[in-house]
């Protein structure tokens, strides 16, 4: 299996902020096997129940994605910016396309950065 640290990474390499967190069973706070996705931010940017089920497709596909990587030396596969991993930028560029739709409160869409 994987763990909630290394799912943390990859999904912020995908523009998705979530915690690592840790579940009764964990052997170490460092290595936790939860992860914490804050959904507060979202109703308040209008996100009904089918756009939760797609945030819940990018999750899954993020796991997915650091189930394959966690077979190779995982911080020297992903790198500083996931750039060496073309399905962790088009899991990126889905999630940007997506949250677009959404508008942000408490400051301008021009301010933002959609790298």
């Given amino acids: 299996g994987v763990d909630g640290a290394r799912v943390e990474r990859i999904l912020e390499l995908a523009n998705i902020a979530a915690n690592k967190n840790t ?14 996705v804050g959904t507060p931010a979202m109703t308040t940017r ?3 129940e089918s756009d939760f ?3 819940a497709e990018f999750i899954h596909q993020g796991v997915q994605i650091t189930n ?7 911080k020297e596969y992903v790198g500083e910016d996931g750039s060496s991993e073309p399905v962790i930028n088009e899991l990126k560029h889905k999630v940007i396309d997506f949250v677009k739709k959404f508008p942000t409160i408490g400051f301008e869409e021009s ?5």
Avoid: H, N, T, W
């Fill in 46 to 48: 209008g996100f009904k």
């Fill in 111 to 115: 301010e933002m950065k959609y790298a």
């Fill in 68 to 74: 394959d990587i966690c077979k190779k030396d995982f």
């Fill in 23 to 36: 579940v009764p069973g964990d052997k170490s706070a460092f290595i936790p096997g939860g992860l914490r």
């Fill in 53 to 55: 089920e797609q945030v």
